[in-house]
Protein backbone atom coordinates (compact mmCIF):
# COMPACT_ATOMS: atom_id res chain seq x y z
CA UNK A 1 0.00 0.00 0.00
CA UNK A 2 1.07 3.60 -1.21
CA UNK A 3 2.06 6.71 1.29
CA UNK A 4 0.01 9.22 -0.04
CA UNK A 5 2.76 12.14 -0.52
CA UNK A 6 2.07 16.03 1.00
CA UNK A 7 1.98 18.20 -1.85
CA UNK A 8 3.11 21.76 -1.60
CA UNK A 9 0.28 24.42 -1.21
CA UNK A 10 -0.58 25.83 -4.47
CA UNK A 11 0.47 29.94 -3.35
CA UNK A 12 3.79 27.93 -2.34
CA UNK A 13 4.38 26.23 -5.75
CA UNK A 14 3.18 30.51 -7.31
CA UNK A 15 5.58 32.12 -5.48
CA UNK A 16 8.24 29.49 -6.34
CA UNK A 17 7.27 29.55 -10.04
CA UNK A 18 7.54 33.19 -9.53
CA UNK A 19 11.44 32.68 -8.23
CA UNK A 20 12.31 31.07 -10.67
CA UNK A 21 11.45 33.75 -13.12
CA UNK A 22 12.97 36.33 -11.09
CA UNK A 23 16.07 33.63 -11.66
CA UNK A 24 15.61 33.57 -15.52
CA UNK A 25 15.57 37.60 -15.18
CA UNK A 26 18.63 38.27 -13.28
CA UNK A 27 20.31 35.37 -15.38
CA UNK A 28 19.87 37.85 -18.52
CA UNK A 29 21.40 40.81 -17.13
CA UNK A 30 23.98 38.64 -15.75
CA UNK A 31 25.10 36.62 -19.19
CA UNK A 32 24.34 40.31 -21.22
CA UNK A 33 26.17 42.82 -19.01
CA UNK A 34 29.78 43.56 -19.10
CA UNK A 35 31.97 42.65 -17.06
CA UNK A 36 32.29 44.53 -13.30
CA UNK A 37 30.04 46.77 -15.11
CA UNK A 38 27.87 48.00 -11.91
CA UNK A 39 29.36 49.61 -8.76
CA UNK A 40 31.27 47.35 -6.31
CA UNK A 41 31.28 44.38 -7.80
CA UNK A 42 35.49 44.97 -8.71
CA UNK A 43 35.30 44.73 -5.58
CA UNK A 44 33.03 41.95 -4.57
CA UNK A 45 35.12 39.82 -7.29
CA UNK A 46 38.56 40.88 -5.78
CA UNK A 47 37.79 39.49 -1.80
CA UNK A 48 36.88 36.10 -3.19
CA UNK A 49 40.06 36.42 -5.28
CA UNK A 50 42.20 37.26 -1.88
CA UNK A 51 40.50 34.57 -0.08
CA UNK A 52 41.53 32.32 -2.63
CA UNK A 53 45.40 33.10 -2.21
CA UNK A 54 44.93 32.68 1.75
CA UNK A 55 44.45 36.25 2.00
CA UNK A 56 41.47 38.03 4.51
CA UNK A 57 41.41 41.10 2.80
CA UNK A 58 41.05 44.84 4.35
CA UNK A 59 39.93 47.83 3.31
CA UNK A 60 43.10 48.86 2.01
CA UNK A 61 44.26 45.67 0.46
CA UNK A 62 44.80 46.13 -3.15
CA UNK A 63 42.81 44.52 -5.73
CA UNK A 64 44.80 41.93 -8.09
CA UNK A 65 46.31 43.97 -10.53
CA UNK A 66 47.45 40.51 -12.75
CA UNK A 67 46.84 41.36 -16.96
CA UNK A 68 47.53 37.65 -17.41
CA UNK A 69 45.68 36.08 -14.69
CA UNK A 70 42.84 38.41 -14.08
CA UNK A 71 42.54 40.95 -17.26
CA UNK A 72 38.89 41.96 -16.37
CA UNK A 73 39.87 42.94 -12.87
CA UNK A 74 43.31 44.83 -14.32
CA UNK A 75 41.54 46.60 -17.03
CA UNK A 76 39.04 47.86 -14.86
CA UNK A 77 41.71 49.47 -12.46
CA UNK A 78 42.76 52.10 -15.49
CA UNK A 79 41.96 55.28 -14.57
CA UNK A 80 41.22 54.66 -10.93
CA UNK A 81 42.13 56.61 -7.66
CA UNK A 82 43.51 54.84 -4.94
CA UNK A 83 40.58 54.32 -2.87
CA UNK A 84 38.64 52.53 -5.41
CA UNK A 85 42.08 50.42 -6.32
CA UNK A 86 41.47 48.70 -3.16
CA UNK A 87 38.93 45.97 -1.84
CA UNK A 88 36.57 48.26 0.07
CA UNK A 89 34.16 45.83 0.41
CA UNK A 90 36.15 43.75 3.12
CA UNK A 91 34.39 45.15 5.81
CA UNK A 92 31.81 42.89 5.07
CA UNK A 93 31.77 39.40 6.44
CA UNK A 94 33.35 36.31 4.20
CA UNK A 95 30.54 33.77 3.95
CA UNK A 96 29.31 34.82 0.50
CA UNK A 97 32.88 34.75 -0.98
CA UNK A 98 33.67 31.04 0.84
CA UNK A 99 30.73 29.99 -0.79
CA UNK A 100 32.39 31.64 -4.50
CA UNK A 101 35.57 30.29 -3.67
CA UNK A 102 34.61 26.84 -5.89
CA UNK A 103 34.26 29.48 -8.39
CA UNK A 104 37.32 31.13 -8.30
CA UNK A 105 39.41 27.49 -8.48
CA UNK A 106 37.15 26.31 -11.48
CA UNK A 107 38.08 29.92 -13.59
CA UNK A 108 41.57 29.31 -12.28
CA UNK A 109 41.59 25.50 -13.55
CA UNK A 110 40.18 26.44 -17.36
CA UNK A 111 41.86 29.37 -17.71
CA UNK A 112 38.79 31.35 -17.84
CA UNK A 113 38.51 34.50 -15.17
CA UNK A 114 35.56 35.16 -16.96
CA UNK A 115 33.73 32.40 -16.27
CA UNK A 116 34.10 33.11 -12.36
CA UNK A 117 32.86 36.69 -12.80
CA UNK A 118 29.96 34.86 -14.22
CA UNK A 119 29.63 32.18 -11.70
CA UNK A 120 29.58 35.23 -9.14
CA UNK A 121 26.32 36.73 -10.98
CA UNK A 122 24.74 33.74 -11.00
CA UNK A 123 25.19 32.81 -7.24
CA UNK A 124 23.90 36.22 -6.69
CA UNK A 125 20.46 35.60 -9.02
CA UNK A 126 20.21 32.77 -6.73
CA UNK A 127 19.84 34.48 -3.53
CA UNK A 128 17.53 37.43 -5.08
CA UNK A 129 15.43 34.60 -6.36
CA UNK A 130 15.35 33.07 -2.82
CA UNK A 131 14.47 36.56 -1.40
CA UNK A 132 11.50 37.04 -4.03
CA UNK A 133 10.74 33.39 -2.80
CA UNK A 134 10.86 34.27 1.00
CA UNK A 135 8.68 37.80 0.86
CA UNK A 136 6.05 35.13 -0.36
CA UNK A 137 6.59 33.54 2.36
CA UNK A 138 6.58 36.34 5.03
CA UNK A 139 3.53 37.66 3.22
CA UNK A 140 1.80 34.29 3.97
CA UNK A 141 2.80 34.54 7.78
CA UNK A 142 1.32 38.15 7.85
CA UNK A 143 -2.01 37.78 5.96
CA UNK A 144 -2.73 33.54 6.69
CA UNK A 145 -6.42 33.91 5.93
CA UNK A 146 -5.67 35.66 2.24
CA UNK A 147 -3.64 33.21 0.03
CA UNK A 148 -3.35 35.51 -3.09
CA UNK A 149 -1.31 38.13 -1.13
CA UNK A 150 1.71 35.85 -0.73
CA UNK A 151 1.89 35.51 -4.93
CA UNK A 152 0.85 39.43 -5.25
CA UNK A 153 3.68 39.40 -2.77
CA UNK A 154 6.42 37.72 -4.80
CA UNK A 155 5.27 39.16 -8.07
CA UNK A 156 5.98 42.89 -6.55
CA UNK A 157 9.33 41.90 -6.09
CA UNK A 158 9.59 40.80 -9.87
CA UNK A 159 8.01 43.97 -11.14
CA UNK A 160 10.42 46.19 -9.00
CA UNK A 161 12.67 46.49 -11.83
CA UNK A 162 15.99 47.22 -9.81
CA UNK A 163 15.51 43.86 -8.39
CA UNK A 164 16.20 41.48 -10.48
CA UNK A 165 18.60 43.97 -12.26
CA UNK A 166 20.81 43.63 -9.20
CA UNK A 167 20.55 40.29 -9.19
CA UNK A 168 22.69 39.98 -12.52
CA UNK A 169 25.50 41.92 -10.32
CA UNK A 170 28.42 40.38 -7.95
CA UNK A 171 26.76 41.09 -5.08
CA UNK A 172 26.52 39.52 -1.46
CA UNK A 173 22.84 41.50 -0.77
CA UNK A 174 20.97 38.65 -2.69
CA UNK A 175 22.23 36.13 0.07
CA UNK A 176 22.21 38.08 2.59
CA UNK A 177 18.65 39.12 2.06
CA UNK A 178 17.45 35.50 1.74
CA UNK A 179 18.94 34.41 5.11
CA UNK A 180 17.51 37.13 6.69
CA UNK A 181 14.14 36.27 5.63
CA UNK A 182 14.70 33.17 6.43
CA UNK A 183 15.68 33.73 9.89
CA UNK A 184 12.38 35.50 10.44
CA UNK A 185 9.95 33.27 8.75
CA UNK A 186 11.36 30.47 11.04
CA UNK A 187 10.94 32.97 13.49
CA UNK A 188 7.25 33.18 12.67
CA UNK A 189 6.60 29.88 12.12
CA UNK A 190 7.71 29.00 15.88
CA UNK A 191 5.20 31.80 16.87
CA UNK A 192 2.73 30.00 15.20
CA UNK A 193 3.34 26.34 15.85
CA UNK A 194 5.40 26.49 18.87
CA UNK A 195 9.45 26.54 20.05
CA UNK A 196 10.62 22.96 18.97
CA UNK A 197 14.32 22.03 19.01
CA UNK A 198 14.11 21.16 15.15
CA UNK A 199 12.73 24.46 14.90
CA UNK A 200 15.47 26.33 17.08
CA UNK A 201 18.38 24.05 15.39
CA UNK A 202 17.25 25.11 11.79
CA UNK A 203 16.69 28.57 13.09
CA UNK A 204 20.10 28.73 14.58
CA UNK A 205 22.31 27.84 11.60
CA UNK A 206 20.15 30.08 9.51
CA UNK A 207 20.69 32.95 11.86
CA UNK A 208 24.43 31.80 11.55
CA UNK A 209 24.22 32.36 8.10
CA UNK A 210 22.82 36.02 7.97
CA UNK A 211 25.19 36.71 10.62
CA UNK A 212 27.95 35.68 8.32
CA UNK A 213 26.57 37.37 4.77
CA UNK A 214 26.01 40.67 5.95
CA UNK A 215 26.02 42.61 9.49
CA UNK A 216 22.39 43.51 9.13
CA UNK A 217 22.00 39.82 9.71
CA UNK A 218 22.67 40.55 13.04
CA UNK A 219 19.27 42.78 13.38
CA UNK A 220 17.58 39.53 11.86
CA UNK A 221 19.02 37.19 14.62
CA UNK A 222 18.06 39.96 17.40
CA UNK A 223 14.25 40.00 16.27
CA UNK A 224 14.48 36.08 15.78
CA UNK A 225 15.30 36.19 19.77
CA UNK A 226 12.45 38.20 20.38
CA UNK A 227 10.63 36.07 18.39
CA UNK A 228 11.05 33.00 20.69
CA UNK A 229 9.95 35.07 24.05
CA UNK A 230 7.26 35.78 21.81
CA UNK A 231 6.19 32.54 20.78
CA UNK A 232 6.60 30.83 24.49
CA UNK A 233 4.80 34.22 25.70
CA UNK A 234 1.57 33.45 23.71
CA UNK A 235 1.62 30.25 25.05
CA UNK A 236 0.92 30.72 28.82
CA UNK A 237 -2.57 32.11 29.98
CA UNK A 238 -1.23 35.68 30.49
CA UNK A 239 1.63 37.83 30.52
CA UNK A 240 2.28 37.47 34.63
CA UNK A 241 2.10 33.60 34.25
CA UNK A 242 5.07 33.53 31.40
CA UNK A 243 6.94 36.58 33.59
CA UNK A 244 6.59 33.66 36.80
CA UNK A 245 6.91 30.44 34.70
CA UNK A 246 9.21 30.10 31.67
CA UNK A 247 10.03 33.70 31.49
CA UNK A 248 14.10 33.16 31.98
CA UNK A 249 13.77 29.71 30.31
CA UNK A 250 12.47 31.85 27.31
CA UNK A 251 15.14 34.59 27.58
CA UNK A 252 18.27 31.24 27.68
CA UNK A 253 16.54 29.99 24.97
CA UNK A 254 16.85 33.14 22.73
CA UNK A 255 20.13 34.09 24.63
CA UNK A 256 21.69 30.77 23.25
CA UNK A 257 20.33 31.89 19.60
CA UNK A 258 21.93 34.85 19.85
CA UNK A 259 25.36 33.50 21.35
CA UNK A 260 25.62 30.90 17.40
CA UNK A 261 26.25 33.76 14.97
CA UNK A 262 28.58 35.27 17.84
CA UNK A 263 30.66 32.27 18.42
CA UNK A 264 31.23 31.59 14.60
CA UNK A 265 31.99 34.81 13.19
CA UNK A 266 32.06 37.17 16.20
CA UNK A 267 35.86 37.32 15.67
CA UNK A 268 35.19 39.22 12.60
CA UNK A 269 33.41 41.72 14.03
CA UNK A 270 36.27 42.29 16.43
CA UNK A 271 38.82 42.18 14.12
CA UNK A 272 36.98 45.00 12.14
CA UNK A 273 36.42 46.79 15.75
CA UNK A 274 40.40 46.58 16.34
CA UNK A 275 40.98 47.71 12.57
CA UNK A 276 38.86 50.63 12.02
CA UNK A 277 36.92 51.11 15.45
CA UNK A 278 33.49 49.93 14.40
CA UNK A 279 32.38 46.94 13.92
CA UNK A 280 30.67 47.66 10.05
CA UNK A 281 34.31 50.82 9.16
CA UNK A 282 31.52 52.81 8.11
CA UNK A 283 33.63 55.84 9.52
CA UNK A 284 36.91 54.55 8.12
CA UNK A 285 34.94 53.98 4.74
CA UNK A 286 33.50 57.58 4.69
CA UNK A 287 37.12 58.95 5.77
CA UNK A 288 38.47 56.92 2.89
CA UNK A 289 36.28 57.97 0.29
CA UNK A 290 36.14 61.33 1.13
CA UNK A 291 32.27 61.60 2.12
CA UNK A 292 30.70 64.95 4.17
CA UNK A 293 27.91 63.92 6.16
CA UNK A 294 24.25 65.15 5.08
CA UNK A 295 22.64 65.89 8.11
CA UNK A 296 22.12 64.15 11.35
CA UNK A 297 19.97 60.99 11.64
CA UNK A 298 16.89 62.16 12.83
CA UNK A 299 16.98 65.12 9.81
CA UNK A 300 16.98 61.60 7.63
CA UNK A 301 13.93 59.89 9.45
CA UNK A 302 11.77 63.28 8.78
CA UNK A 303 13.12 63.77 5.60
CA UNK A 304 10.65 62.69 3.00
CA UNK A 305 12.90 63.37 0.06
CA UNK A 306 14.88 60.07 2.18
CA UNK A 307 11.67 58.02 1.68
CA UNK A 308 11.24 58.97 -1.96
CA UNK A 309 14.61 58.22 -2.89
CA UNK A 310 14.94 54.99 -0.43
CA UNK A 311 11.49 53.38 -2.35
CA UNK A 312 12.41 54.86 -5.68
CA UNK A 313 15.52 53.32 -5.79
CA UNK A 314 13.74 49.71 -6.15
CA UNK A 315 12.59 50.99 -9.81
CA UNK A 316 15.91 53.54 -10.52
CA UNK A 317 18.54 51.89 -9.23
CA UNK A 318 21.86 51.32 -11.78
CA UNK A 319 21.29 52.42 -15.23
CA UNK A 320 17.71 51.78 -14.98
CA UNK A 321 15.75 55.33 -16.39
CA UNK A 322 14.57 57.59 -13.81
CA UNK A 323 11.21 57.73 -15.02
CA UNK A 324 10.48 54.22 -13.69
CA UNK A 325 10.24 56.41 -10.49
CA UNK A 326 6.82 56.85 -11.32
CA UNK A 327 6.18 53.00 -11.20
CA UNK A 328 7.29 53.64 -7.21
CA UNK A 329 4.86 56.17 -6.99
CA UNK A 330 1.95 54.59 -8.66
CA UNK A 331 2.49 51.58 -6.23
CA UNK A 332 2.80 53.75 -3.18
CA UNK A 333 0.14 55.75 -4.02
CA UNK A 334 -2.38 53.38 -4.66
CA UNK A 335 -1.04 51.11 -1.66
CA UNK A 336 -1.77 53.53 0.94
CA UNK A 337 -5.34 54.28 -0.78
CA UNK A 338 -6.15 50.65 -0.54
CA UNK A 339 -5.31 50.29 2.43
CA UNK A 340 -6.83 53.01 4.04
CA UNK A 341 -10.17 52.02 2.31
CA UNK A 342 -9.51 48.61 3.57
CA UNK A 343 -9.43 50.17 7.56
CA UNK A 344 -12.51 51.93 6.19
CA UNK A 345 -14.25 48.93 5.34
CA UNK A 346 -13.41 47.02 8.36
CA UNK A 347 -14.58 49.60 11.01
CA UNK A 348 -17.83 50.68 8.57
CA UNK A 349 -18.33 48.08 6.41
CA UNK A 350 -21.46 48.91 3.38
CA UNK A 351 -23.31 46.46 1.55
CA UNK A 352 -22.06 46.74 -2.05
CA UNK A 353 -19.03 48.92 -3.53
CA UNK A 354 -15.52 49.02 -2.65
CA UNK A 355 -16.02 49.32 1.29
CA UNK A 356 -17.98 45.89 1.77
CA UNK A 357 -17.05 43.53 4.12
CA UNK A 358 -14.80 40.69 2.87
CA UNK A 359 -15.85 37.27 4.59
CA UNK A 360 -12.96 35.35 5.49
CA UNK A 361 -12.00 32.05 7.56
CA UNK A 362 -12.99 32.06 11.13
CA UNK A 363 -9.84 33.12 13.36
CA UNK A 364 -9.59 31.83 17.04
CA UNK A 365 -8.53 34.76 19.39
CA UNK A 366 -4.95 32.81 19.52
CA UNK A 367 -4.37 33.19 15.81
CA UNK A 368 -5.70 37.04 16.32
CA UNK A 369 -2.82 37.52 18.72
CA UNK A 370 -0.41 35.93 16.69
CA UNK A 371 -1.03 38.12 13.77
CA UNK A 372 -0.75 41.46 15.89
CA UNK A 373 3.07 40.05 17.15
CA UNK A 374 4.52 38.92 14.03
CA UNK A 375 2.97 42.74 12.30
CA UNK A 376 4.60 44.44 15.25
CA UNK A 377 8.06 42.19 15.01
CA UNK A 378 8.57 42.68 11.54
CA UNK A 379 7.34 46.37 11.97
CA UNK A 380 10.44 46.96 14.82
CA UNK A 381 13.11 45.18 12.29
CA UNK A 382 12.12 47.25 9.56
CA UNK A 383 12.15 50.32 11.74
CA UNK A 384 15.67 49.00 13.28
CA UNK A 385 16.97 48.84 9.52
CA UNK A 386 15.25 52.44 8.39
CA UNK A 387 17.27 53.78 11.15
CA UNK A 388 20.41 52.14 10.35
CA UNK A 389 20.47 53.18 6.72
CA UNK A 390 19.42 56.57 8.22
CA UNK A 391 22.32 56.75 9.54
CA UNK A 392 24.55 55.96 7.00
CA UNK A 393 23.20 57.92 4.65
CA UNK A 394 23.63 60.98 7.03
CA UNK A 395 27.31 59.95 7.55
CA UNK A 396 27.50 60.47 3.88
CA UNK A 397 26.78 57.52 1.91
CA UNK A 398 24.35 56.88 -1.30
CA UNK A 399 21.25 55.13 -1.27
CA UNK A 400 20.90 52.31 -3.44
CA UNK A 401 18.00 49.81 -4.17
CA UNK A 402 20.20 46.58 -1.56
CA UNK A 403 18.86 49.04 1.31
CA UNK A 404 15.34 48.73 0.67
CA UNK A 405 15.06 45.22 -0.06
CA UNK A 406 14.72 44.58 3.55
CA UNK A 407 11.16 46.69 3.19
CA UNK A 408 9.94 44.67 0.50
CA UNK A 409 8.01 41.92 3.03
CA UNK A 410 6.48 44.52 5.08
CA UNK A 411 5.81 46.54 1.97
CA UNK A 412 4.14 43.52 -0.65
CA UNK A 413 2.23 42.13 2.03
CA UNK A 414 0.75 45.84 2.11
CA UNK A 415 0.48 46.18 -1.33
CA UNK A 416 -1.08 42.84 -1.88
CA UNK A 417 -4.10 44.09 0.78
CA UNK A 418 -4.52 47.04 -0.97
CA UNK A 419 -4.65 45.41 -4.26
CA UNK A 420 -7.01 42.94 -2.52
CA UNK A 421 -9.32 46.09 -1.93
CA UNK A 422 -8.56 48.26 -4.73
CA UNK A 423 -10.19 45.30 -7.16
CA UNK A 424 -13.64 45.28 -5.37
CA UNK A 425 -13.95 48.61 -8.16
CA UNK A 426 -14.22 45.86 -10.69
CA UNK A 427 -17.01 44.02 -11.74
CA UNK A 428 -15.47 40.91 -11.77
CA UNK A 429 -18.00 37.59 -11.94
CA UNK A 430 -16.90 34.88 -9.82
CA UNK A 431 -19.04 31.26 -9.94
CA UNK A 432 -17.70 28.67 -7.89
CA UNK A 433 -20.92 26.80 -7.74
CA UNK A 434 -24.26 26.64 -7.09
CA UNK A 435 -23.56 26.23 -3.32
CA UNK A 436 -21.01 28.24 -2.63
CA UNK A 437 -21.00 30.21 0.14
CA UNK A 438 -19.84 34.12 1.47
CA UNK A 439 -16.43 33.52 2.26
CA UNK A 440 -15.76 30.85 -1.17
CA UNK A 441 -17.01 33.51 -3.45
CA UNK A 442 -15.17 36.32 -1.72
CA UNK A 443 -12.02 34.15 -2.00
CA UNK A 444 -12.53 33.37 -5.63
CA UNK A 445 -12.92 36.81 -6.13
CA UNK A 446 -9.46 37.63 -4.28
CA UNK A 447 -7.62 35.02 -6.82
CA UNK A 448 -9.11 36.83 -10.06
CA UNK A 449 -7.83 40.15 -8.78
CA UNK A 450 -4.59 38.46 -7.12
CA UNK A 451 -4.31 36.97 -10.80
CA UNK A 452 -4.55 40.00 -13.08
CA UNK A 453 -1.98 41.98 -10.18
CA UNK A 454 0.80 39.16 -10.32
CA UNK A 455 0.75 39.15 -14.19
CA UNK A 456 0.32 43.53 -14.05
CA UNK A 457 3.75 43.43 -11.69
CA UNK A 458 5.52 40.74 -14.28
CA UNK A 459 4.66 43.11 -17.05
CA UNK A 460 6.29 46.23 -15.72
CA UNK A 461 9.11 44.10 -14.67
CA UNK A 462 9.65 43.04 -18.12
CA UNK A 463 9.03 45.77 -19.77
CA UNK A 464 11.47 47.58 -17.17
CA UNK A 465 14.08 45.16 -18.29
CA UNK A 466 13.68 46.22 -21.67
CA UNK A 467 14.23 49.11 -21.16
CA UNK A 468 17.31 49.21 -19.87
CA UNK A 469 20.37 49.54 -22.13
CA UNK A 470 20.91 45.93 -23.99
CA UNK A 471 24.73 44.75 -24.06
CA UNK A 472 26.46 42.43 -26.32
CA UNK A 473 29.41 42.16 -23.88
CA UNK A 474 29.11 39.84 -21.35
CA UNK A 475 31.91 38.80 -18.95
CA UNK A 476 32.49 35.45 -20.89
CA UNK A 477 33.77 36.37 -24.20
CA UNK A 478 32.32 34.53 -27.23
CA UNK A 479 32.28 34.83 -31.09
CA UNK A 480 28.78 34.24 -30.64
CA UNK A 481 27.77 36.95 -27.82
CA UNK A 482 24.77 38.53 -29.89
CA UNK A 483 23.66 34.91 -30.14
CA UNK A 484 24.42 34.38 -26.40
CA UNK A 485 21.99 37.36 -26.02
CA UNK A 486 19.39 36.93 -27.93
CA UNK A 487 18.72 33.25 -26.40
CA UNK A 488 19.28 34.75 -23.10
CA UNK A 489 16.32 36.86 -23.75
CA UNK A 490 14.18 34.31 -25.45
CA UNK A 491 14.74 31.65 -22.17
CA UNK A 492 13.67 34.85 -20.03
CA UNK A 493 10.12 35.66 -21.81
CA UNK A 494 9.56 31.68 -22.46
CA UNK A 495 9.99 31.78 -18.70
CA UNK A 496 7.49 34.54 -18.11
CA UNK A 497 5.19 32.53 -20.60
CA UNK A 498 5.08 29.17 -18.68
CA UNK A 499 4.81 31.72 -15.22
CA UNK A 500 2.18 33.47 -16.32
CA UNK A 501 0.53 30.05 -17.91
CA UNK A 502 0.76 28.07 -14.70
CA UNK A 503 -0.07 30.86 -12.28
CA UNK A 504 -3.71 31.45 -14.50
CA UNK A 505 -3.95 27.43 -14.26
CA UNK A 506 -3.15 27.16 -10.56
CA UNK A 507 -5.40 30.64 -8.73
CA UNK A 508 -8.76 28.63 -9.83
CA UNK A 509 -11.29 28.78 -6.90
CA UNK A 510 -11.40 25.02 -5.59
CA UNK A 511 -8.32 23.95 -6.64
CA UNK A 512 -5.92 26.86 -4.49
CA UNK A 513 -5.53 26.84 -0.86
CA UNK A 514 -8.40 26.03 1.11
CA UNK A 515 -7.83 28.63 4.13
CA UNK A 516 -9.37 26.53 7.14
CA UNK A 517 -6.84 24.38 6.93
CA UNK A 518 -4.60 26.76 8.38
CA UNK A 519 -6.66 27.44 11.51
CA UNK A 520 -5.69 24.57 13.42
CA UNK A 521 -2.19 25.29 15.63
CA UNK A 522 0.19 22.24 14.69
CA UNK A 523 1.36 20.72 17.79
CA UNK A 524 4.76 18.56 17.19
CA UNK A 525 4.08 16.19 20.63
CA UNK A 526 6.07 16.44 23.79
CA UNK A 527 9.04 14.69 22.56
CA UNK A 528 10.45 17.86 20.31
CA UNK A 529 8.32 20.59 22.47
CA UNK A 530 10.58 23.03 24.10
CA UNK A 531 7.22 24.93 25.51
CA UNK A 532 4.55 22.16 25.57
CA UNK A 533 1.06 23.85 25.23
CA UNK A 534 -0.93 24.18 27.89
CA UNK A 535 -4.41 23.16 27.95
CA UNK A 536 -6.65 26.74 27.86
CA UNK A 537 -9.65 28.42 26.31
CA UNK A 538 -7.61 30.59 23.72
CA UNK A 539 -5.52 28.11 21.39
CA UNK A 540 -8.27 27.61 19.10
CA UNK A 541 -9.37 25.20 17.05
CA UNK A 542 -10.70 24.34 13.65
CA UNK A 543 -13.66 22.69 14.81
CA UNK A 544 -14.97 25.46 17.56
CA UNK A 545 -13.26 28.67 15.54
CA UNK A 546 -14.28 32.00 16.94
CA UNK A 547 -14.56 34.66 14.78
CA UNK A 548 -13.17 38.24 15.66
Known sequence: MSVPRVSASQSTICVLLLGVLGFAMSAQVAIAMPAL???????HAAYAVALSQGTLPTIDTDIPDDPARYP?????????????????????????????????????????????????????????????????????????RRPAVP??????????????????????????????????FLGFRMIRQGVTRERLVAAAAVGVAAAGLRSTG??????????????????EPSLRTFLKGSCWRAVGIAACIGMAPVVVFGWFYVRNIQLY???????????????????????QLVNPEFYGHLLGSLWTDGNIANHWSQAAAIVL???????????????????????????????????????????????????LILVNVAGFIAGGGWIHARY?????????????????????????HVSTGPNTGGTALDEARDLRIGLGVSLAFMVVGLVCHL???????????????????????????????????ELRRRMRPGTFDRVPALSAPVSTGPVTDVAPSRPRESTGSSTTPKTP
Request: hydrophobic share 55%; aromatic share 10%; charged share 15%.
Open 37 to 43: FKADERA
Open 72 to 144: QLAESLFGADEAHRDIWVANHPPLFYVMSLPLVWLGDAVGSPGLTLLGMRLLNALGFALTTIMVGLLARELVP
Open 151 to 184: VIASAMCIGCGAMTFLGGGIYNDGWSSAAAFMTL
Open 218 to 235: LVAVFFLGLCVLVAMWLR
Open 277 to 299: GDPTASGSLFEKFGREPNGTTLF
Open 333 to 383: TLTLVGLVLDAAAKANPRRTGVLQRIRLAPQSTMQHRQDLAIWALLGGYCV
Open 404 to 428: AVPFLPFLAAGAGIAALRLGRLLPL
Open 467 to 501: DTEQYVDGPVSSTFALVALVAADLVMFAVAAYVAT
